[in-house]
Every structure is written in C-alpha cells, then in structure tokens.
C-alpha cells in the first residue's frame, strides 16, 4: 500500500524566506504525486502534479516540488514566502490502480511579518 | 466552468439523527470520492463512486453511506449522528476512475457539527 509522510505538522517562516515543505511518499511502483493547499474554511486547490514527465514540477502561486527517487521525497519550496501562503499543504499519493488518493497529514504554513 | 459543488455548506446536528450531504462534480467528471477531515485525524478517504458504483471504501462504520446518481451527482448519509461525527466533510470528483495520476478536484465542504 502506498503511503505519505509529511515531516512537520507546523513550519514557521518569515515574509521573503524559502518555504520548504517536506514529503517522503512510500509506493512499490511509480507514483503519481500531488501537493494541494487548503485556505481556511475553504477545500483543497491543487498546487502540482508530478506525472513523470519531469522532476521538477512547477505549481501555481510561484511554488515547485521536486521529485527525488532515491530519496522517495517530493519536497515542495518556494523560493520567497508571501502572508498569503500562510495555509495548511497537503501532500498526496495516487495508489496503485487508481480509486482513491492517499492524502498526508497535513503541514501548516505560518508566514511572519 | 463550475468547480466542485457541495450543499449545505454549514449545518448542526442532533446525536442520533442522521444527515444527507451532496455535492454536484464538475461537469463530465465522472468519479466523486468524499473524505473526512478533523483536526485529529487530517483527511480520511470515505468512499470512491464512479458510474453509481462503489469502487473503493474507507474505513469508516456502516453509519456512513453513499450514492451516485446518473447525472454524475453525490450524496453521502450518516446515520445515528455521534458526537465524534463533528468535521469537514470534502467532495472530490476527477474525470476518470482507476488511473494513476488522475487529479481530483476539491469541493469547498460541508461543515458538520453534532450537538
């Protein structure tokens, strides 16, 4: 079974910092890899997907993840944070012949002025 | 094009009464998927339809349930409410089912609270 872990349930940075978010993802074929955002009192909107296309996945709002086989990561960054990405990131995995996405625990962004 | 549709988005609940969520997906998606989310627990998969077919379940009690309609449209029912039921319950609908890769798109919610 396919399975996610977010290191880190709340990151701290200060407005114009690098955001890293990290994501291990465990799969015992390629996976299909996702990072989704949640606003508060709002769903999830998707940030990125890696489809195997290319390791380096660029998103919406100026954020990118890079897939690392080795390392089984999917680390998402950002290269200055703004207050507006301060929101909750989830990281996600397709399991193996589709259904259902497995989704991580969830980190939550604080930007600080 | 209209995203993901969830009604109500904010309802209160009795224990021991039961509650109908339903949740429009975006126009020719075909598979809808709901999830539980708590502060303790994070995002829990409750079940996958796709063509008014149960295609994968969560590990949720018999309380909870669901259908599809033809028109691609949900609805999930929990029945004897419990306190522990209080959460945000998010559709999902994605155009296909049983492909890796295929991206779901999120609803706004449903917020439950049981009183």
């Known amino acids: 079974a396919q399975s996610v872990t977010q290191l880190g349930s709340h990151v701290s940075v200060s407005e114009g910092a690098l955001v890293l978010l990290r994501c291990n993802y465990s799969s015992s074929v390629p996976p299909y890899l996702f990072w989704y955002v949640q606003y508060p009192n709002q769903g999830l909107q998707l940030l990125l997907k890696?489809?195997?296309?290319?390791?380096l996945v660029k998103g919406i709002n100026g954020f990118e993840a890079e897939f690392k086989k080795s390392e089984t990561s999917f680390h998402l960054t950002k290269p200055s944070a703004h207050m507006s990405d301060a929101a909750e990131y989830f990281c996600?995995?397709?399991?193996?012949?589709?259904?259902?996405?497995?989704f991580g625990a969830g980190t939550r962004l604080f930007v600080k002025a | 094009k209209a995203g993901v549709t969830q009604t109500p988005r904010y309802l209160i609940k009795t224990r021991g009464q039961q509650v109908t969520l339903s949740c429009s997906p975006i126009?020719?998606?075909?598979?809808v998927s709901w999830y539980q989310q708590t502060p303790g627990q994070g995002l829990q998969f409750l079940f996958e339809?796709?063509?008014?077919?149960?295609?994968n379940k969560g590990n949720f009690p018999g309380r909870f349930s669901g259908r599809q309609f033809s028109n691609s449209r949900s609805e999930m029912n929990v029945s004897t409410l419990e306190l522990g039921d209080s959460a945000l319950y998010l559709c999902a609908s994605s155009f296909n089912s049983g492909q890796q890769g295929n991206t779901i798109y999120f609803g706004e919610g449903s917020w439950l609270t049981v009183v």
């Open positions: 126009s020719g998606h075909r598979s």
């Open positions: 890696y489809t195997s296309a290319a390791t």
């Open positions: 996600a995995v397709s399991e193996t012949g589709g259904f259902k996405t497995i």
């Open positions: 339809y796709f063509s008014e077919t149960q295609r």
